[in-house]
């Protein structure tokens, strides 16, 4: 029986992500600090969508073209041209309620749209925030899971694969992983497990040091606390909304 489990793989890096076949695949867009984390937040807080767009030139054009809020970073900090960041505290429910965000950055939303071109089968989100929500869902869908960490500009971050093992060390037992940087992951995620934020600041982890820089140990804490933005980010028809299982 065991060998007709369904697979999980963890891709660590966007320049692996051609090694995976992704048809019939979920595929779980990973990108803890902070892209993924605020789609669940600003979802969870009653945001009607959020569209991810892979260019801020196409972020404000899309904004002029839809009543919506546009949002986004380039190296951690709000886009030029754009009115909003990517942090999940600019978006509490008596701001984003019933409202679509247009958001582009950095690493995450460029996962995504590579995702769409390499055919995968379902695209939701992962963070922290909603992790819970996101392990329910694979284990549920009975499809092959792809874990996509969007990194940094191609480069392995610690944040990523810590959600990653996280999800692996909960989904285990109803997949097949025959995946080294899923061990990895999983690892490293126990290894870290009983201070998240401590296993970051300790290990000199890069991300953790460039939010630092801008004052965001807030948003670092926040991103990596499990089920603050308990709800799932499903992508359909261009747009990232909460799933409600029919």
Known sequence: MSNNKLTL??????ALLHLYDLNNT?????????????IATALYNGAKCVIPVDSVA???ELGKSIDSITAGERDGQIAEGLEYGNSPFEYPEAFIRNKALVLTTT???????????RGA????????PNLSAVCDYIVGQQMNVVLGCAAWKDRVNIEDTLFAGAVINRVKQHFSINCD??????????????D??????????????????FGLEKDI???LTPDGANVLPFYEEGKLVVHNPR
Not at 26 to 38: E, P, Q
Not at 109 to 117: D, Q
Not at 121 to 128: C, K, L, V
């Open 181 to 194: 940087s899923s061990q990895m992951a999983e690892t490293m995620y126990v290894a870290a497990s009983e």
């Open 107 to 117: 690493n995450g939303t460029k996962l995504l749209h590579m995702a769409l071109e």
């Open 58 to 60: 196409r972020c404000i």
């Open 196 to 213: 998240l934020y401590g296993f970051m600041r300790d290990k000199n982890a890069s991300h953790y040091h460039r939010l630092t820089g």
């Open 26 to 38: 979920v595929v779980v867009i990973i990108d803890v600090l902070r892209a993924t984390s605020t």
């Open 121 to 128: 089968g379902q695209i939701i989100t992962g963070s922290f």
């Open 221 to 223: 804490r926040y991103c």
């Open 9 to 14: 793989y963890t891709t660590l890096s966007p």
